[in-house]
């Protein structure tokens, strides 16, 4: 075999491998909502009827669980993969996995995305979001930022379960 023909075998390789990699599985079999312990601290997540009622205000930070640019992916709580160009986050107590809609309240930016991992656990932290999503909300450069948090839904697929948000109307 040519050492061009091995370079493209190779390079072709690869690259079927990096991109079967890129999506998250989102195959997680109902909910994790058990408890767990991290440095000590205990936490016990809140039931999936507590989590379609959640939206609070809170400090959000981005965090990189990907290692070396992004060519060694990191797992999550769920066990799947994350590489920098995700966008997923972690909390702390809601039942995993959920969406949430995240509101940049110093500029206005607001994101839906898939929490599939538990953190962060620096005091005053409420909930942690990979680069990409801290770039699109207009605060990677800062590391923190307000944010209000509303859970859209808990689970995926037959367990998912969606919040019933009241509709206000204007009437004149």
Known sequence: MSL???CCASLLLVSVLAFSSCA???SYDGYMT???????QHYQPMSVEQALH???????SWYDES?????KRG????GEKVMPWHISGAHKTLPLPCVVKVTNLENGKSLKM?????????AGRHIDVTPRAAAKLGFKQQGLTRARVQVISVGDGRYKRKAKRKK?????
């Open 24 to 26: 998250s599985s989102g």
């Open 75 to 78: 797992n999550t709580s769920l």
């Open 4 to 6: 061009y023909r091995l």
């Open 34 to 40: 058990r408890s767990y312990t991290i440095r000590g």
């Open 114 to 122: 898939r929490l599939n991992d538990r953190g962060p656990f620096i």
């Open 54 to 60: 959640y939206d609070e205000t809170a400090t959000a």
């Open 168 to 172: 206000r109307f204007l009437f004149f």
């Open 67 to 71: 290692k070396f640019f992004g060519l």
